[in-house]
């Protein structure tokens, strides 16, 4: 069983948290639920020794799309195939369960950072407006320090423990926990009371988190469990031989950073009917979210956030429709393991038979050099007429046109491209990324200068 991401990026991202976190941040782990408990108990046919939710805490959220949503908090418990656990768990879904799409995504906990995928990377407005479930999972009971022990999701949870799995970070560790429990949703009695009829079940996690997704698709385990998983930010080994075999029968994509390491997971046309795979140029391990405070604000505004979402509701429509996303994209080597590059210093991103495909505007036209990293950054920022336009007009048509060729790439949503589009408009003469550097709170804001 394979537990870790890698030693070192957890060790940077634990220090980069403890150092940068604002005061306060609760790092989108586990909300806070205190609400009214459920008087029920589970029927009498439930028997002992099964795996079961128990009957959880019960918080109002708010209103997506005109739909009440509500969170669930409590303790998933039984058995795996190596030992007992005991470990909390987190749903969110329409209050009505017949509001919902009947589509639930599992996500398991983050070791820093928690219900990432929920709350910083897709959103609550994203997910909950389209009628989607989440459910987020502990999984590990190991620590990295302080505030670094969210793989169990909730720490503050008594009784909890994993007796199975392997040992690891002071705790125990049980990718099987997650399948176990994605089971559980679909037939348990307290899920169903939740969830309704639940129709479909994704998963995705990312850099910490992605690691038990692999795990459990290349090993095998995740076998009629998941119809569809998009983990990200991941370095894993190559999924493509597990889904050729039928290992893995769902759909599955995986995008990546410039960061992070990807040659194992390209795109070799094994399985064109169920594998993806897209590496976002210019773009850090750690991207800023810029409407929500995080350690990473200000640091870059290159970001694969926008592929993300777009990625997500392809493979959601790839599962009920069939319909194809866009093909693979990764990052042109140079003969090596070498990233080619442009004039500007930029990764250049081709399809699955090379051809080039566009990047982010702001990268194709060279505002400034984005540089990869755990964190992000960027230099060498152009002006307009450095970049060769003799107005501010003719820079945004220029910006326009390029964030019109990604959007029909399938790269980017029509809200994210709209948002995109106005930032660059915000305060002539400056150019996108002159913007966020000078200008940041107009920069989130969207609110010229």
Request: with cysteine; hydrophobic share 40%.
């Amino acid at each position: 069983m394979k537990t870790r991401f890698g030693l070192s990026r957890v060790l940077a991202l634990a220090t980069v948290v403890a150092l940068i976190s604002p005061a306060g941040w609760s790092g989108g782990a586990v909300a806070d639920d205190r609400g009214t408990n459920r008087e029920n108990e589970a029927p009498a046919s439930v028997t002992p020794g099964v795996d079961r939710l128990l009957p959880p805490r019960v918080t109002p959220i708010g209103t997506f799309e005109g739909v009440r949503y509500v969170r669930y908090s409590g303790v998933f418990e039984g058995q795996t195939s190596t030992g007992a656990f005991r470990v909390p768990y987190q749903i969110t879904a329409a209050q009505d369960p017949r509001h919902g799409n009947r589509t639930v995504l599992v996500e398991p906990s983050h070791f820093a950072i928690g219900l990432g995928v929920r709350d910083i990377y897709l959103r609550p407005r994203f997910l909950f407006g389209r009628g989607f479930a989440h459910a987020g999972i502990g999984w590990s009971t190991a620590t990295f320090g302080p505030g670094r022990d969210k793989r169990i999701l909730d720490p503050t949870v008594p009784d909890v423990f994993i007796a199975g799995g392997v040992a690891e970070g002071g705790g125990r560790t049980d990718n099987e926990i997650i399948v176990a429990f994605a089971r559980a949703l679909a037939v348990d009695w307290q899920a169903k009371k939740m969830l309704g009829k639940v129709a479909r079940r994704y998963a995705s996690g990312f850099s910490d988190a992605s690691t038990p997704l692999m795990d459990l698709i290349i090993s095998g385990r995740a076998s009629k469990v998941f119809d569809f998983a998009l983990p990200f930010l991941t370095e894993e080994p190559d999924p493509q031989p597990a889904l050729r075999s039928g290992r893995f029968r769902g759909k599955l994509i995986v995008l990546n950073s410039e960061a992070d390491a990807s040659s194992a997971l390209i795109d070799r046309r094994l399985v064109p009917d169920r594998y993806r795979f897209y590496q976002v140029a210019g773009t850090p391990h750690v991207a800023d979210p810029p409407d929500i405070p995080f350690f990473s604000n200000r640091t870059t505004p290159a970001s694969y956030e926008p592929a993300l979402r777009a990625h997500f509701l392809q493979g959601d429509r790839w599962v009920r429709r069939g319909s194809q996303p866009p093909a693979s994209y990764h990052l042109r080597t140079t003969g090596g393991t070498g990233i080619a590059r442009d004039t500007n210093g930029h990764a250049i991103a081709v399809d699955v038979h090379g051809r080039r495909v566009p990047r982010l505007p702001f990268v194709e036209l060279g505002e400034a050099r984005y540089t990869r990293g755990f964190l992000g950054s960027y230099d060498r920022v152009r002006s307009i007429a450095e970049l060769g336009f003799g107005s501010h007009a003719r820079y945004r048509e220029a910006f326009r046109r390029r964030l019109s060729d990604h959007a029909e790439a399938g790269y980017i949503l029509p809200r994210d491209a709209e948002e995109m589009r106005a930032r660059a408009a915000l305060c002539p003469p400056l150019t996108f990324t002159q913007t966020y550097r000078g200008h940041y709170d107009n920069f989130v804001a969207i609110d010229p200068c």
